[in-house]
C-alpha cells in the first residue's frame, strides 16, 4: 500500500492503448492512469524485434521513475508479443500484456465464421495460429490485416474522421465471409467501431480485448490488498490520466478527444521525456 491512489501505466506505440485505458477507468475508476506512447518509433510492426524490445523497455523504465506505478499494461499486441519476458525481468512491477481475443470469439460466434482484424504484422505471427489452432479449430477464421486501419485510428484523434467509403471497401473479405463476429485484434481498432459497424452492419459481435485487460489489471490490484481503493471514484472531478507522455509529437487535440472518451487527461507531454504542455483539465 502507498500514500497515492493506485496508480496503472498504460504503453502503446500509438494512441490505440486509449481504448483500453477507458476500459481499465470503466472497471477501476478508483485508479489513476499514466499513459505513454512511443509514436516516435510508430508502426511498431516493421521494426527488428529487438529494436522494439529495447525502445519499450527504456521508455517504460524511464516513465515509472517519473511516476510510480503499480501495473504496467503493454496495450500493443507486436510489443506484447516480442517485449514481456524481457520487461518483466527488467521491472519490479506486475506486467498485463495484450493478446488478440479469438478464444471469446469463438465463443459466441454463432455461424462459426470469424473475422480477425489486425496489422499486416500482426495476422502473420506464429502465435495467432496457436490462438486460432487451440481456441477456434472449428471456426474458419478471416485474417485482415489491412495497412490503413491504424493510421486511420491515429489521424482520428488529431480531427480527421476515416472516410466511410474507404472503410467499407476495406472491410469486403469480411462481408462476402459472411463473418457474424469479428475480434478487433489491435488496441487501435475500437476507436473506429463507429465506421466498422456501418461497413459490417450484420456482425453480431465485436470482440475487443480492453475489458480482459482491465479485469486482469483488477486481479493484481486484488492481490496487492488495493482493489477496493482501485474500485471507489474519486469524490472530486479532474484527470483520470494525470499525464500523457509522446516520444514523437503530442496529437493537437488529444485532451478533448481524451475528455470525450471519458479519461480526461492532466498534462500532455511530446517529445518525451521533454516539454510538457496543459492538458484538458
Given at each position: 500500500m502507498t500514500d497515492r491512489s493506485p496508480r496503472v501505466l498504460v504503453f502503446d506505440s500509438g494512441v490505440g492503448g486509449l481504448s483500453v485505458a477507458a476500459c481499465i477507468h470503466q472497471i477501476l475508476p478508483g485508479a489513476e492512469l499514466v499513459y505513454l506512447a512511443d509514436n516516435a518509433g510508430f508502426p511498431y510492426g516493421d521494426k527488428p524485434e529487438q529494436v522494439v524490445i529495447e525502445r519499450c523497455c527504456t521508455l517504460i523504465r524511464q516513465c515509472l521513475a517519473r511516476f510510480p506505478c503499480d501495473v504496467v499494461v503493454v496495450a500493443c499486441n507486436t510489443a506484447s508479443t516480442v517485449v514481456l519476458p524481457e520487461l518483466r525481468a527488467a521491472i519490479?512491477?506486475?506486467?498485463?500484456?495484450?493478446?488478440?481475443?479469438?478464444?471469446?470469439?469463438?465463443?459466441?460466434?454463432?455461424?462459426?465464421?470469424?473475422?480477425?482484424?489486425?496489422?499486416?504484422?500482426?495476422?502473420?505471427?506464429?502465435?495467432?495460429?496457436?490462438?486460432?489452432?487451440?481456441?477456434?479449430?472449428?471456426?474458419?477464421?478471416?485474417?485482415?490485416?489491412?495497412?490503413?486501419?491504424?493510421?486511420?485510428a491515429e489521424e482520428l484523434v488529431g480531427g480527421s474522421a476515416p472516410n466511410q467509403v474507404e472503410v467499407d471497401e476495406a472491410m469486403v473479405p469480411l462481408r462476402e465471409a459472411g463473418v457474424d463476429t469479428v475480434v478487433l485484434g489491435c488496441t487501435h481498432y475500437p476507436l473506429l467501431l463507429p465506421w466498422l459497424r456501418k461497413a459490417l452492419p450484420e456482425?453480431?459481435?465485436?470482440?475487443?480485448?480492453?475489458?480482459?485487460?482491465?479485469?486482469?489489471?483488477?486481479?493484481?490490484?486484488?492481490?496487492?490488498?488495493?482493489?477496493?481503493?482501485?474500485?471507489?471514484?474519486?469524490?472530486?472531478?479532474?484527470?483520470?490520466?494525470?499525464?500523457?507522455?509522446?516520444?514523437?509529437?503530442?496529437?493537437?487535440?488529444?485532451?478533448?478527444?481524451?475528455?470525450?472518451?471519458?479519461?480526461?487527461?492532466?498534462?500532455?507531454?511530446?517529445?518525451?521525456?521533454?516539454?510538457?504542455?496543459?492538458?484538458s483539465v
Amino acid at each position: 500500500m502507498t500514500d497515492r491512489s493506485p496508480r496503472v501505466l498504460v504503453f502503446d506505440s500509438g494512441v490505440g492503448g486509449l481504448s483500453v485505458a477507458a476500459c481499465i477507468h470503466q472497471i477501476l475508476p478508483g485508479a489513476e492512469l499514466v499513459y505513454l506512447a512511443d509514436n516516435a518509433g510508430f508502426p511498431y510492426g516493421d521494426k527488428p524485434e529487438q529494436v522494439v524490445i529495447e525502445r519499450c523497455c527504456t521508455l517504460i523504465r524511464q516513465c515509472l521513475a517519473r511516476f510510480p506505478c503499480d501495473v504496467v499494461v503493454v496495450a500493443c499486441n507486436t510489443a506484447s508479443t516480442v517485449v514481456l519476458p524481457e520487461l518483466r525481468a527488467a521491472i519490479a512491477v506486475p506486467v498485463v500484456g495484450v493478446v488478440p481475443a479469438v478464444k471469446p470469439a469463438a465463443a459466441c460466434s454463432t455461424n462459426r465464421r470469424i473475422g480477425l482484424l489486425a496489422t499486416p504484422a500482426t495476422v502473420k505471427r506464429p502465435y495467432l495460429d496457436d490462438l486460432i489452432q487451440e481456441f477456434a479449430r472449428d471456426c474458419e477464421v478471416v485474417r485482415l490485416g489491412h495497412p490503413a486501419l491504424v493510421r486511420w485510428a491515429e489521424e482520428l484523434v488529431g480531427g480527421s474522421a476515416p472516410n466511410q467509403v474507404e472503410v467499407d471497401e476495406a472491410m469486403v473479405p469480411l462481408r462476402e465471409a459472411g463473418v457474424d463476429t469479428v475480434v478487433l485484434g489491435c488496441t487501435h481498432y475500437p476507436l473506429l467501431l463507429p465506421w466498422l459497424r456501418k461497413a459490417l452492419p450484420e456482425v453480431m459481435h465485436w470482440v475487443e480485448s480492453g475489458e480482459a485487460i482491465a479485469r486482469r489489471v483488477a486481479w493484481w490490484f486484488e492481490q496487492a490488498g488495493d482493489l477496493p481503493c482501485a474500485q471507489t471514484p474519486p469524490n472530486h472531478s479532474g484527470a483520470v490520466v494525470i499525464s500523457a507522455c509522446f516520444s514523437g509529437d503530442a496529437p493537437d487535440d488529444l485532451g478533448p478527444f481524451m475528455s470525450e472518451m471519458g479519461i480526461p487527461v492532466g498534462l500532455v507531454a511530446g517529445h518525451w521525456p521533454g516539454v510538457t504542455v496543459t492538458g484538458s483539465v
